[in-house]
C-alpha cells in the first residue's frame, strides 16, 4: 500500500495482523517499527506516530494493537485538504510584495518617534534590497523614501540627507524591527501615555 516501504514490510504486517495472540501481535508490531527505523535511518529522527500511522494504512486499517498512539481515521485518507486563501488586492509596487505593504501599515501605527523611525529605516533597507535585485544601474535612496511616502499615504518621512549621509538603509547597519503588539498600541493610544523622559507630550509627526 506504500511503496516506499516495500514488499518485505508490507508482508510483515500482513503477517502481525493474522496473530491471535495481542501481546504477541503487538510485540511484533513493535518489531516492525524497529525494523523500518534500521532500514531507513533518516527516519530515527522523524515522529514515531508517522511510522505508527504507516503500518496502521498498510494493515488497511485492520492492526489492532497497543501502541503508544491512536488508529488514524480512515476516512482522512480520501479527504481534501482545504483550499489556500490567497491575498485579494492589488499590490502597488510588486518588486517590494505584499510584505513590506503590511509593515509598513504597522509602522504607522508606532507612537514613538524614534521607535517609527526605527521601523522605517529598517522597512527601507529591506526595500533596498527588492529593489536592487530589479534594478541595479538606476538606483538611490531617494526612490525608497518616494516609495515608503506613497504606501504609507505620506505619513511615514525620513529625511533624505540624513539616510545618505549615515547609510541607514545599507544592510550592515540592518536593525530588527519589532512588530508592535495589540496591547502596546492600547498603551501608547491614550492620552497621557507615551511620554519622553523630558516629562514633556511628545509631537507626532505630521
Known amino acids: ?36 527505523k534500521q532500514l531507513n535511518p533518516a527516519m530515527k529522527q522523524e515522529n514515531d506516530q508517522k511510522i505508527w500511522d504507516d503500518i496502521y ?11 503508544p498512539f491512536p488508529m488514524p481515521e480512515k476516512e482522512l485518507l480520501g479527504k481534501k485538504p482545504l483550499p489556500i ?14 510584505n513590506i505593504e503590511k509593515l509598513i501599515e504597522k509602522a504607522i501605527e508606532i507612537e514613538d518617534d524614534e521607535e517609527q523611525e526605527a521601523a522605517i529605516i529598517y522597512i527601507g533597507q529591506l526595500m533596498r534590497s527588492f529593489h536592487s535585485t530589479w534594478n541595479r544601474d538606476n538606483f538611490d535612496d531617494g526612490i525608497i ?31 530588527d524591527f519589532k512588530v508592535p503588539s495589540h496591547e502596546e498600541h492600547s498603551g ?16 507626532r509627526r505630521n
Open 1 to 36: 500500500m506504500l511503496k516506499e516501504y516495500g514488499k518485505n514490510i508490507q508482508g510483515l504486517v500482513d503477517y502481525v495482523c493474522s496473530i491471535e495472540d495481542r501481546e504477541k501481535r503487538t510485540a511484533s508490531a513493535y518489531t516492525i517499527i524497529d525494523i523500518i
Open 57 to 67: 494504512i498498510m494493515s488497511d486499517f485492520k492492526l489492532d494493537v497497543d501502541s
Open 85 to 98: 486563501g490567497y491575498p485579494r488586492g492589488e499590490v502597488r509596487f510588486k518588486h517590494y510584495g505584499r
Open 145 to 175: 523614501i518616494d516609495d515608503i511616502k506613497t504606501l504609507s499615504g505620506g505619513k511615514l518621512h525620513i529625511d533624505l540627507e540624513k539616510v545618505k549621509e549615515n547609510a541607514l538603509f545599507e544592510s550592515n547597519t540592518r536593525r
Open 188 to 203: 501608547k493610544n491614550k492620552r497621557g501615555g507615551g511620554r519622553r523622559r523630558n516629562g514633556h507630550n511628545k509631537k
